[in-house]
């Protein structure tokens, strides 16, 4: 499982930064040339500067609608995601037929990890703009997320046949495979990248990067799939050389080490993935397993834990499951050892 504020994909933003809003016939100079400049800066990547010059847009006249989409834009791109929020939602419906807008209103949902609200937004968008591959992309990502793996692959299948080269078909595609368990399939689709020593072509160095380690992650977990754990730890030890405390990394050479009986290697793994991401179900659910012979208070905590937020995952109702009556048993141990010593 990969975790969503790593895989936030980076689709370049495309998005229309307009000059004039539809709830006002009229706007202040002074709130024109703030909107002008934050979409110059917007359109150079400047992100913080433009939302400083919308800021000082809102500030000359309050109710510019504009100003607030245009803003609520750059926020999601600044990771300012509860201030795009809010921002875009209030006005909405103003702009009925703006797919940007709830496009981002996806974004900025999916950034706070309010799922069920992003896919509301991200179909509204694609009800606009029916073949926006940008917006498909994102909704296909959430419907992995939540394990809605069909789903997920329908929207976009079609354009990765088409589009084979496209790095992010290509991780959305073997992620779905991945958990389709056709990890040999995975594994044939990522043979030029493997075969090209990992390399990925672009001029955006931070994006090379990201990208790189998302695709090494399906490959390491392809090779997992198919029970070689050497490889796979091979390629997750590259990832981890990168981004050191990477939670689904970490979470996935920890299950090798488990297959393998390094449970003192794989519980170093979990405890440090936790620390960085302490809601990361399947680090949770592993450390409550490790746990419960020999710390039940520790295994009833994270399987507590689990529980609470895995429960609207599709792809975690097992273990859900699993680690609701582990928790069960542990606490009814713990109450019939509270009854002996009274």
């Known amino acids: 499982?990969?975790?969503?504020?790593?895989?936030?994909?980076?689709?370049?933003?495309?998005?229309?930064?307009?000059?004039?809003?539809c709830s006002s016939s009229k706007i202040s100079s002074d709130s024109l040339n703030y909107i002008i400049s934050g979409n110059k800066f917007a359109e150079k990547g400047d992100f913080q500067n433009s939302a400083t010059q919308y800021k000082l847009a809102l500030k000359a006249e309050?109710?510019?609608?504009?100003?607030?989409?245009?803003?609520?834009?750059?926020s999601v791109k600044i990771g300012k995601f509860k201030e795009a929020a809010l921002l875009l939602l209030d006005?909405?419906?103003?702009?009925?037929?703006?797919?940007?807008?709830?496009?981002?209103?996806?974004?900025?949902?999916?950034?706070?990890?309010?799922?069920k609200e992003a896919i509301k937004f991200y179909q509204k968008s694609l009800s606009i703009s029916p073949s926006e591959l940008r917006t498909l992309k994102s909704l296909s990502w959430v419907y992995l997320k939540t394990g809605d793996y069909d789903q997920a692959e329908n929207l976009i299948k079609r354009n990765f046949e088409r589009n084979p080269l496209d790095l992010q078909?290509?991780?959305?595609?073997?992620?779905?495979?991945i958990k389709k368990e056709k990890y040999s399939k995975a594994i044939k689709?990522?043979?030029?990248?493997?075969?090209?020593?990992?390399?990925?072509?672009?001029?955006?160095?931070?994006?090379?990067?990201?990208?790189?380690i998302l695709l090494l992650n399906v490959l390491g977990n392809a090779y997992a799939g198919v029970n070689n754990c050497e490889k796979a730890q091979k390629?997750?030890?590259i990832i981890l050389k990168l981004r050191p405390f990477l939670a689904s990394t970490l979470t996935d050479s920890a299950k090798c080490d488990l297959r393998l009986n390094n449970t003192f290697q794989a519980k170093n793994k979990l405890e440090k993935a936790h620390?960085?991401?302490?809601?990361?179900?399947?680090?949770?659910?592993?450390?409550?397993?490790?746990?419960?012979?020999?710390?039940?208070?520790?295994?009833?905590?994270?399987?507590?834990?689990?529980?609470e937020i895995s429960s609207d995952y599709k792809n975690l109702e097992a273990?859900?499951?699993?680690a609701q009556a582990s928790l069960n048993l542990l606490e009814s141990k713990n109450l019939g050892q509270g009854k002996k010593s009274d």
């Open 275 to 307: 620390a960085a991401e302490p809601n990361y179900p399947e680090a949770l659910y592993l450390l409550g397993k490790i746990y419960t012979n020999n710390d039940p208070k520790k295994a009833a905590f994270y399987y507590k834990r689990f529980v």
């Open 235 to 237: 390629i997750y030890d």
């Open 169 to 177: 078909l290509l991780l959305i595609s073997t992620s779905i495979d």
């Open 62 to 74: 309050p109710n510019s609608t504009t100003a607030k989409r245009n803003l609520g834009l750059v």
């Open 1 to 21: 499982m990969i975790k969503k504020t790593f895989v936030n994909l980076i689709f370049p933003l495309v998005a229309i930064f307009l000059l004039y809003g």
């Open 91 to 115: 006005i909405s419906e103003y702009y009925p037929k703006d797919s940007e807008l709830f496009y981002f209103l996806g974004e900025a949902n999916r950034g706070l990890g309010f799922d």
């Open 319 to 322: 273990e859900n499951k699993q």
């Open 189 to 212: 689709a990522m043979q030029d990248f493997e075969k090209s020593d990992f390399r990925i072509v672009s001029k955006d160095q931070t994006t090379a990067e990201t990208e790189k």
